[in-house]
């Protein structure tokens, strides 16, 4: 059981661990022995998401997850199994709980009178300078 937050929990028979060999240097140990961990967790199918979550991650624009909402993460970053496992389960509970709280939505807002003053005075004060710089003889 993976507990997310005191409302969200995942069971164990919802993701899918496979263990692959990692990539990259190592020397013998990285061609013999299968340390990778590929973790898979449908995000679409799953009865541990409250449907707002589920959306909210879905709508993300995140690479990792496929086009049949299954969010794929490979954690190869130890050299042991039981870490990289470990580290795949603490990314995938970091991805969902960034789903569980809904953004606060913008509320439009428009600069004050003083605010504008301030600005173009601002642009006046720059543009004087630059128009200054031209008109000095550098002779």
């Given at each position: 059981?993976?507990?997310?937050?005191?409302?969200?929990?995942?069971?164990?028979?919802?993701?899918?661990?496979?263990?692959?060999?990692?990539?990259?240097?190592?020397g013998q140990?990285?061609?013999?022995?299968?340390?990778?961990?590929?973790?898979?967790?449908?995000?679409?199918?799953?009865?541990?998401?409250?449907?707002?979550?589920?959306?909210?991650?879905?709508?993300?624009?995140?690479?990792?997850?496929?086009?049949?909402?299954?969010?794929?993460?490979?954690?190869?970053?130890?050299?042991?199994?039981?870490?990289?496992?470990?580290?795949?389960?603490d990314r995938?509970?970091?991805?969902?709980?960034?789903?569980?709280?809904?953004?606060?939505?913008?509320?439009?807002?428009?600069?004050?009178?003083?605010?504008?003053?301030?600005?173009?005075?601002?642009?006046?004060?720059?543009?004087?300078?630059?128009?200054?710089?031209?008109?000095?003889?550098?002779?």
């Amino acid at each position: 059981m993976l507990q997310i937050s005191a409302t969200v929990a995942i069971a164990d028979d919802e993701l899918v661990e496979r263990f692959v060999r990692s990539s990259g240097p190592g020397g013998q140990n990285v061609n013999k022995v299968a340390t990778a961990v590929e973790l898979r967790f449908d995000i679409a199918q799953s009865p541990s998401l409250p449907e707002a979550v589920r959306e909210r991650l879905l709508a993300k624009r995140d690479r990792r997850v496929t086009d049949a909402g299954v969010l794929v993460l490979n954690a190869q970053r130890f050299r042991t199994q039981d870490r990289n496992r470990e580290d795949a389960r603490d990314r995938l509970a970091a991805f969902i709980a960034s789903g569980l709280h809904a953004p606060v939505p913008r509320i439009a807002t428009r600069p004050s009178r003083a605010a504008k003053k301030r600005r173009l005075d601002d642009k006046r004060e720059r543009s004087t300078i630059k128009r200054d710089r031209t008109r000095r003889n550098w002779d």
